[in-house]
């Protein structure tokens, strides 16, 4: 092989046996979707060279050298230039099967048994793919308009096991970008990619056996075979950048004034990269491309985080910005950033102090924090650098965070310790259902940047500290400020309330149950702290980090059932609430006294001892319930009802009470008084006083055109057998026996209808009864059978 000499890609088959991607280099990445501006611009040059004459002086287009050795079988072997070969292979590929010219296709590029001399030692799937594709001639030809995708995904000889190789899905992707870019190209023919005397695409190839360089030492040098990551090119193209944004600025490194550019570089390089990859590299393996992928994408993931920080929020475009940074799907560009204007001062200056300042010291992470219960920077940190999408909540909490920094500095770690304390407490009871929420939040934190430093006495003494937050969280801020400034003994009660997992800074309940606020007024802060500790401590025996702390036969909702009606509102239905943070049949919501229920748990609580166990004081409320709604005492009779409602809601309709499986009345569900009915039919005592009557299964349904229902079962003999169906209706329960069964069994009938009030209706003999007599006639009727 020739130490240096320049081809055009077919002379490379004319001179060796074919050419085979090594075991040591990755899949094909040029039609991968996040290479789509590689792709576009490599595509581009390729058309721009095929759209001039063939005498212009500026032909070929070099693409420079491929690097590569021979194997035993003498197939070109490349080290470097893999991504190049590959795309000109399927270019040929495609103008040949445009022109007509699949069969000199085949002669330069296929076995004479019409395998792809072009060939992948990485996949064998890969190998297969390029062996069935350089065999297909469309038929009949594709339109412009055609996708080469689906037709070439829809060929017999395309395998479904395909779909898993990222080298052929990235063959497909470029394949498409062709058709598009190439179809009705009129100067882009086969025939000129293979013309020798006048080339058009031409290479260089570089033997390393030429040049005694072994493979393994060559794939060191090229970084084993990889082109530039998306950060490196990024960083690159920032560097420049920076050079124009901060042209006479600089900063101290190693006690020396250097450029911004240079500092960022060489940070960047060193210091920053070793706190990126100690993130990074969790496993230790300073060798793993995967790694090295993750590095890349953690760097790449914190400056989208801090692009959407640093957005003005009174800028047009802010919610369009929002939008496209939030997206971790789309791997964003330096030319993303640069055509947006993300890449303004606030950006460059706080990614600059953020990392000099997380990246400060000897351990992993300088918190600038003094503590993590409020704000977490490493977990922050963490969330920053993965693909999850860009959580609204923490991209407000981190504004408030890059703010103080920017302002004040990391020197007063208190005050920034109680300008986060506010910012979480402020965000995370907060509703942010999209950028406009986003928006009034940060410009809410922007006005009150100013008294970041003593933000507490800031709280205590405005009637409108903040603006852009939900106004009951505010008040609630507001008088806690005023309990801390007035007595410091405050602080660690409301402190260790707010930490609580489940209530997150939300503890309003808490002030109002304990009158805390009257401590202002009377000035007697033991006494009303004390009161505060009480409720507090009613409220952790009552929740956990997760939500309502599970007591068997559930116990907290019927004893609040046994105060009054609790549930909350949910759309169609009511729901006996949920652990969930947010939604609107949750405690959460309880707690925030929405819809006035509040009032109830309160009633409750005054009601226990919180240095006693609870549950006997829970069964005690119940056992004493006296209510006057029918089906209030029916729930607290019954925990299994509760149990039924996978969801915790149950739906009041046409009169009546059903407990749903799950959120519709689509979907299987049962009717209250017909199922407490049911269970309790089943005790021992019931079930001896039946029979004969046996108490058979439970039948919910779905929809609405039939009711639930419950039945008994008189089996007069082996063949002889008679259903009792009993539903509830709104004024209590109707029987019913279908007179098919009947037949035969006159005295029986004569019985029912004479001595139980049942009359002949749609087939079935029935009778009503009221609820609260239901039980006594089953009894009577068992009496009837037995005789």
Same mark, same amino acid.
């Given at each position: 092989?020739?130490?240096?000499?320049?081809?055009?890609?077919?002379?490379?088959?004319?001179?060796?046996?074919?050419?085979?991607?090594?075991?040591?280099?990755?899949?094909?990445?040029?039609?991968?979707?996040?290479?789509?501006?590689?792709?576009?611009?490599?595509?581009?040059?390729?058309?721009?060279?095929?759209?001039?004459?063939?005498?212009?002086?500026?032909?070929?287009?070099?693409?420079?050298?491929?690097?590569?050795?021979?194997?035993?079988?003498?197939?070109?072997?490349?080290?470097?230039?893999?991504?190049?070969?590959?795309?000109?292979?399927?270019?040929?590929? *495609?103008?040949?099967?445009?022109?007509?010219?699949?069969?000199?296709?085949?002669?330069?590029?296929?076995?004479?048994?019409?395998?792809?001399?072009?060939?992948?030692?990485?996949?064998?799937?890969?190998? +297969?793919?390029?062996?069935?594709?350089?065999?297909?001639?469309?038929?009949?030809?594709?339109?412009?308009?055609?996708?080469?995708?689906?037709?070439?995904?829809?060929?017999?000889?395309?395998?479904?096991?395909?779909?898993?190789?990222?080298?052929?899905?990235?063959?497909?992707?470029?394949?498409?970008?062709?058709? +598009?870019?190439?179809?009705?190209?009129?100067?882009?023919?086969?025939?000129?990619?293979?013309? #020798?005397?006048?080339?058009?695409?031409?290479?260089?190839?570089?033997?390393?056996?030429?040049?005694?360089?072994?493979?393994?030492?060559?794939?060191?040098?090229?970084?084993?075979?990889?082109?530039?990551?998306?950060?490196?090119?990024?960083?690159?193209?920032?560097?420049?950048?920076?050079?124009?944004?901060?042209?006479?600025?600089?900063?101290?490194?190693?006690?020396?004034?250097?450029?911004?550019?240079?500092?960022?570089?060489?940070?960047?390089?060193?210091?920053?990269?070793?706190?990126?990859?100690?993130?990074?590299?969790?496993?230790?393996?300073?060798?793993?491309?995967?790694?090295?992928?993750?590095?890349?994408?953690?760097?790449?993931?914190?400056?989208?985080?801090?692009?959407?920080?640093? &957005?003005?929020?009174?800028?047009? %475009?802010?919610?369009?910005?929002?939008?496209?940074?939030?997206?971790?799907?789309?791997?964003?560009?330096?030319? #993303?950033?640069?055509?947006?204007?993300?890449?303004?001062?606030?950006?460059?200056?706080?990614?600059?102090?953020?990392?000099?300042?997380?990246?400060?010291?000897?351990?992993?992470?300088?918190?600038?924090?003094?503590?993590?219960? *409020?704000?977490?920077?490493?977990?922050?940190?963490?969330?920053?650098?993965?693909?999850?999408?860009?959580?609204?909540?923490?991209?407000?909490?981190?504004?408030?965070?890059?703010?103080?920094?920017?302002?004040?500095?990391?020197?007063?770690?208190?005050?920034?310790? +109680?300008?986060?304390?506010?910012?979480?407490?402020?965000?995370?009871?907060?509703?942010?259902?999209?950028?406009?929420?986003?928006?009034?939040?940060?410009?809410?934190?922007?006005?009150?940047?100013?008294?970041?430093?003593?933000?507490?006495?800031?709280?205590?003494?405005?009637?409108?500290?903040?603006?852009?937050?939900? %106004?009951?969280?505010?008040?609630?801020?507001?008088?806690?400020?005023?309990?801390?400034?007035?007595?410091?003994?405050?602080?660690?009660?409301?402190?260790?309330?707010?930490?609580?997992?489940?209530?997150?800074?939300?503890?309003?309940?808490?002030?109002?149950?304990?009158?805390?606020?009257?401590?202002?007024?009377?000035?007697?802060?033991?006494?009303?702290?004390?009161?505060?500790?009480?409720?507090?401590?009613?409220?952790?025996?009552?929740?956990?980090?997760?939500?309502?702390?599970?007591?068997?036969?559930?116990?907290?909702?019927?004893?609040?059932?046994?105060? %009054?009606?609790?549930?909350?509102? &949910? %759309?169609?239905?009511?729901?006996?609430?949920?652990?969930?943070?947010?939604?609107?049949?949750?405690?959460? &919501?309880?707690?925030?006294?929405?819809?006035?229920?509040?009032?109830?748990?309160?009633?409750?609580?005054?009601?226990?001892?919180?240095?006693?166990?609870?549950?006997?004081?829970?069964?005690?409320?119940?056992?004493?319930?006296?209510?006057?709604?029918?089906?209030?005492? #029916?729930?607290?009779?019954?925990?299994?009802?509760?149990?039924?409602?996978?969801?915790?809601?149950?739906?009041?309709?046409?009169?009546?009470?059903?407990?749903?499986?799950?959120?519709?009345?689509?979907?299987?569900?049962?009717?209250?008084?017909?199922?407490?009915?049911?269970?309790?039919?089943?005790?021992?005592?019931?079930?001896?006083?039946?029979?004969?009557?046996?108490?058979?299964?439970?039948?919910?349904?779905?929809?609405?055109?039939?009711?639930? *229902?419950?039945?008994?079962?008189?089996?007069?003999?082996?063949?002889?057998?008679?259903?009792?169906?009993?539903?509830?209706?709104?004024?209590?329960?109707?029987?019913?026996?279908?007179?098919?069964?009947?037949?035969?069994?006159?005295?029986?009938?004569?019985?029912?209808?004479?001595?139980?009030?049942?009359?002949?209706?749609?087939?079935?003999?029935?009778?009503?009864?009221?609820?609260?007599?239901?039980?006594?006639?089953? #009894?009577?009727?068992?009496?009837?059978?037995?005789?």
């Amino acid at each position: 092989m020739s130490a240096n000499s320049q081809i055009i890609f077919g002379q490379l088959f004319e001179r060796y046996a074919g050419t085979r991607i090594p075991l040591i280099q990755r899949d094909y990445a040029q039609g991968r979707a996040d290479t789509e501006e590689v792709r576009s611009e490599f595509l581009g040059a390729l058309a721009r060279a095929l759209a001039l004459p063939p005498d212009d002086p500026s032909l070929p287009l070099n693409l420079d050298f491929v690097y590569g050795t021979l194997n035993p079988q003498r197939q070109f072997v490349p080290l470097d230039g893999q991504q190049r070969l590959t795309t000109l292979f399927l270019l040929h590929w *495609y103008l040949a099967q445009r022109d007509g010219e699949l069969a000199a296709f085949a002669q330069l590029f296929c076995n004479a048994n019409g395998s792809a001399r072009f060939a992948y030692s990485v996949r064998p799937s890969s190998s +297969e793919f390029f062996d069935a594709l350089s065999q297909h001639a469309p038929s009949p030809a594709l339109g412009a308009d055609d996708s080469l995708i689906e037709h070439l995904t829809d060929q017999p000889w395309y395998f479904r096991h395909w779909r898993l190789d990222p080298t052929i899905q990235s063959c497909l992707t470029m394949l498409q970008a062709m058709h +598009e870019r190439f179809h009705n190209a009129a100067t882009a023919r086969f025939a000129r990619l293979i013309d #020798v005397q006048r080339p058009v695409i031409s290479f260089q190839i570089l033997d390393l056996d030429d040049f005694g360089l072994a493979d393994d030492l060559y794939i060191k040098m090229n970084a084993r075979g990889m082109p530039l990551t998306a950060f490196e090119t990024f960083k690159a193209r920032y560097e420049r950048h920076l050079h124009t944004q901060f042209d006479g600025h600089t900063r101290q490194m190693h006690g020396k004034p250097v450029s911004t550019a240079t500092f960022f570089a060489w940070r960047m390089d060193t210091r920053w990269a070793d706190f990126f990859w100690n993130f990074s590299n969790a496993r230790n393996d300073a060798t793993a491309p995967a790694t090295m992928r993750l590095f890349d994408q953690a760097v790449m993931n914190l400056l989208q985080m801090v692009a959407a920080a640093t &957005r003005a929020p009174e800028a047009p %475009g802010y919610e369009a910005d929002l939008l496209k940074l939030r997206n971790r799907q789309q791997r964003l560009s330096y030319q #993303v950033y640069e055509d947006n204007g993300w890449l303004d001062d606030a950006f460059s200056e706080t990614l600059m102090l953020l990392l000099e300042a997380w990246s400060e010291g000897p351990g992993n992470f300088a918190t600038q924090l003094p503590t993590a219960h *409020y704000f977490d920077e490493v977990a922050f940190f963490n969330h920053a650098i993965s693909d999850q999408p860009l959580n609204y909540t923490r991209l407000v909490q981190f504004c408030g965070y890059a703010m103080f920094l920017r302002r004040h500095g990391s020197s007063q770690p208190q005050a920034f310790g +109680e300008w986060m304390r506010l910012v979480v407490n402020l965000s995370v009871n907060a509703s942010y259902d999209g950028p406009d929420d986003v928006k009034r939040s940060v410009s809410g934190l922007g006005e009150m940047l100013e008294q970041a430093l003593d933000i507490l006495a800031h709280f205590a003494s405005v009637d409108r500290p903040v603006s852009g937050f939900r %106004g009951t969280q505010v008040r609630e801020e507001i008088t806690k400020a005023k309990l801390i400034v007035a007595d410091s003994q405050w602080r660690p009660l409301l402190e260790h309330a707010e930490q609580h997992g489940y209530f997150q800074g939300q503890i309003d309940f808490l002030l109002d149950h304990s009158s805390a606020a009257w401590a202002l007024q009377s000035h007697a802060h033991a006494t009303w702290q004390e009161h505060f500790a009480s409720s507090l401590a009613l409220a952790e025996q009552m929740f956990d980090d997760h939500g309502l702390r599970a007591i068997d036969d559930f116990l907290w909702e019927r004893a609040l059932l046994s105060e %009054g009606d609790y549930l909350l509102k &949910r %759309g169609y239905n009511h729901s006996f609430l949920g652990d969930g943070l947010t939604g609107p049949g949750t405690w959460k &919501r309880l707690l925030a006294n929405e819809d006035g229920m509040r009032v109830t748990l309160f009633c409750l609580w005054n009601r226990l001892d919180e240095t006693r166990p609870l549950p006997a004081q829970l069964q005690r409320i119940i056992d004493q319930a006296r209510v006057r709604e029918p089906w209030r005492q #029916v729930l607290i009779q019954t925990p299994s009802a509760l149990g039924y409602c996978a969801l915790r809601q149950l739906r009041f309709e046409r009169d009546q009470v059903y407990l749903l499986a799950r959120e519709r009345m689509s979907g299987s569900h049962a009717e209250l008084f017909s199922f407490a009915l049911h269970q309790q039919l089943q005790t021992p005592q019931r079930l001896a006083q039946l029979a004969p009557l046996s108490v058979e299964g439970y039948v919910p349904v779905s929809g609405s055109a039939d009711e639930p *229902y419950l039945y008994l079962l008189h089996r007069h003999s082996p063949q002889v057998h008679t259903h009792l169906y009993v539903t509830s209706t709104p004024h209590g329960f109707l029987l019913q026996n279908d007179v098919d069964e009947l037949l035969g069994r006159d005295a029986l009938a004569h019985a029912l209808q004479q001595d139980f009030d049942f009359v002949v209706e749609a087939g079935y003999l029935q009778s009503h009864c009221p609820r609260d007599t239901v039980e006594q006639r089953l #009894v009577a009727l068992a009496g009837l059978l037995a005789a």
